[in-house]
């Protein structure tokens, strides 16, 4: 859409192409990543205050709406610490690399029927490979830190998300076994309509698997939902950060915009899984009650709504995350490895296996 | 086996509670007070910065004597027999020139001992309790109406009608030498 656009315009398509490239790449991060970010971080902090009968921010702008302006203003401006002992090309090069990371999965995420950063027919195996980067970025910043801390919490980290990954790519795999699909474009259309074709419910269709899979799918969600909470590092599983053990794990050293990155990363991430539960359980950006674009017969209403149900899933989601986070204690170490691979991997694979003779069914 | 299976649903039972329990706990009115926007109410009997009204003073010193760390300064100066101060609110006759008074309230202890003597009440606490100040000789408070000219006014007249009724005193005194002296010695037997 507007590749063509920009073909019309140059009337040449290695230039239209490449212009049509960086728009489309930078308009997730300023259209929605950014301001998400803001909210997110003012959304978090309040969230905690008011769950623990405090008021939050409250200063800046009504009930301190503008709190996160203000901070990022301020790590702007604040001066870039390198301790003298630090690995120097990798100490600057791991915040890119974890915000590339978490960045580069919103590419492949369906905003709506008409945005989509990049059509991959791949699209959710590639969002789990290049989250991927996000693990070699963490431990790159622990390392480079050259602090015992940093180093403990990076390896923490890595323990976890590469045990949390095989529950998550497992519930994945079902979910591709049942839509016979791996592009989450195509995913969300299936789910279209009305809720009860969402594959939390069954899927599309009123067949005997629907209702045979339901249970299934439940379970999948909640498998799903633990593990991803785990690969971004939320709280009950926020070892590689505890704060009260480990200062801040893998970004204690960093300051200023670096240190703004990975929070900025983090919080990235943390819609990143979210809408990955929401596009593969809750019909991605399909309206649960039909669009008013369609009752009112306004084509240009539809993308609009989509992009509003897309992001209200997600959003809600992230908020469970952070309620989650208010709720449960840390788990230890040894907690965290057992319920990784005690509890969600196997029943990830019983639950796998009852999904795949469903669907031969 | 059967301790695998309770344990996922006691796992998962407690965190729907402990999220219910959150939940209820985003929609309670949070406790925060606004500070300097709203102040939290006191209580009844809170002891803070004293006051003195000093329109009921009749400078009788007591409060100055009931306190533990001598941080009441009076300075008083008799009125003469022409002058009227009026009465203080309950009765009492003021019969001196309030000329000084002051409250160091860096010394001050809040212990309310100086406002039980007070006969006319015209020292209290207020609610006030946010008075700190850079200087510590800004805490020294000075509840004086009287401006400092009128002040020395007081006293002066004080003084000269001191020094006339002294004068007064001397002439009657040399008049009475005078007249004894120039009287012969009649009834001498009065002494």
């Not at chain 1, 939050?56 to 709190?67: A, D, E, L, S, Y």
């Not at chain 2, 030498?177 to 009649?186: F, G």
Request: proline share 5%; glycine share 6%; hydrophobic share 45%.
């Amino acid at each position: 859409m507007m590749y063509d656009y920009f073909v019309e315009l140059f009337g040449n398509t290695v230039i239209a192409g490449i212009a049509s490239g960086i728009l489309m790449s930078l308009l997730p991060l300023f259209i929605f990543i950014l301001p998400y970010a803001l909210l997110a971080v003012l959304a978090e902090r309040k969230v905690s205050a008011h769950m623990q009968d405090r008021l939050g921010p409250m200063r800046i702008g009504w009930h301190g709406w503008n709190q996160t302006i203000a901070d990022i203003l301020k790590l702007i401006q604040k001066e870039d610490i390198v301790a003298s002992d630090t690995d120097k090309p990798l100490f600057n090069f791991a915040p890119i690399l974890v915000f590339a990371g978490s960045y580069a999965a919103f590419a492949a995420i369906p905003f709506s029927s008409y945005y989509i950063g990049s059509e991959v027919d791949l699209g959710i195996f590639y969002i789990i490979a290049v989250t991927g980067l996000v693990v070699a970025g963490i431990l790159m910043a622990g390392w480079a830190s050259n602090n015992k801390y940093s180093l403990l919490g990076s390896m923490r980290s890595v323990a976890q998300i590469v045990s949390y990954e095989i529950p998550t790519m497992l519930v994945v795999l079902s979910l591709v076994m049942v839509s016979e699909t791996m592009s989450l474009h195509k995913l969300s259309e299936m789910q279209t309509g009305y809720f009860w074709n969402w594959y939390i419910f069954g899927g599309p269709g009123f067949t005997l698997t629907k209702f045979l899979l339901i249970p299934s799918m439940l379970i999948g969600f909640i498998i799903i939902y633990i593990s991803t909470l785990a690969e971004v590092n939320r709280v009950p599983f926020d070892i590689p950060e505890a704060e009260s053990e480990l200062v801040a794990g893998y970004h204690t050293e960093y300051s200023g915009m670096k240190f703004a990155m990975f929070f900025l990363a983090e919080y990235a991430n943390m819609y990143a899984v979210s809408a990955i539960v929401a596009a593969l359980f809750f019909g991605g950006y399909q309206s649960p009650i039909g669009y008013l674009g369609n009752l009112l017969g306004v084509e240009w209403l539809i993308p609009l709504e989509q992009f509003f149900w897309f992001a209200a899933k997600g959003l809600f989601f992230v908020f469970v995350q952070m309620w989650l986070r208010w709720t449960l204690p840390r788990l230890r170490v040894d907690q965290l490895m057992a319920v990784s691979w005690k509890y969600l991997i196997p029943i990830a694979f019983i639950n796998l296996i009852i999904i795949g003779f469903i669907t031969l069914i | 086996m059967k301790e695998y299976f309770s344990n996922i649903y006691t796992a998962l039972l407690t965190i729907f509670i402990g999220m219910k329990v959150t939940l209820k706990h985003l929609f309670v009115p949070s406790v925060t007070i606004q500070y300097p926007d709203e102040k939290p109410e006191l209580p009844e009997r809170e002891r803070n910065r004293l006051y003195v009204n000093m329109d009921d003073c009749i400078g009788c010193d007591q409060c100055a004597r009931a306190c533990p760390v001598n941080c009441i300064q009076i300075d008083t100066t008799k009125a003469l027999p022409t002058e009227d101060l009026g009465k203080t609110s309950n009765g009492k006759k003021k019969a001196l020139w309030v000329t000084g008074f002051t409250i160091d309230f860096s010394k001050c202890c809040y212990c309310q001992l100086c406002v039980f003597p007070c006969p006319t009440d015209c020292i209290y606490m207020t609610d006030i309790y946010e008075f700190s100040e850079y200087q510590r000789n800004n805490l020294i408070y000075d509840f004086v109406t009287l401006t400092p000219e009128d002040r020395q006014q007081k006293r002066d007249n004080l003084a000269k009608f001191n020094a006339e009724k002294e004068a007064e005193k001397l002439k009657a005194a040399s008049e009475i030498k005078i007249k004894t002296e120039t009287e012969p010695k009649k009834d001498q037997p009065k002494e």
